[in-house]
């Protein structure tokens, strides 16, 4: 699922929360590309984050952050004309039927 932010001119940052498990039996990964549709070289090496990788909230819930401060959990670093691409793999009958749908990205005022 390829998402294209509204606000993608690189200074606006996003972020995007998953407060509920992803019905799927394999994994969850989000990775973030550039204008081009390449990952853009960053000074984290910090291009993905997936549902072993990504620290959750206390809550449980798992936060994306896509720019803005680089010391957030879960941070992504973002060029201009910045995109982002969700995988998820061996996904279950709510996905499939679209009960299921993956949260909005939205952009931090």
Known sequence: MNVVP????GNTPYTLTIAEKVPVDGFTSITVYNS????EKNSLDAYSINNVTAQKNQD???TIHFGGDPSNSNYL???P???YIVRMYQPK????EG?????DSKAVK
């Open 6 to 9: 509204e606000d993608n001119d």
């Open 60 to 62: 449980g819930t798992v």
């Open 77 to 79: 670093p973002i060029t």
């Open 36 to 39: 081009k549709g390449y990952l």
């Open 81 to 83: 004309g910045w995109n």
């Open 99 to 103: 009960s299921w749908k993956f949260p």
């Open 93 to 96: 009958k709510e996905l499939l």
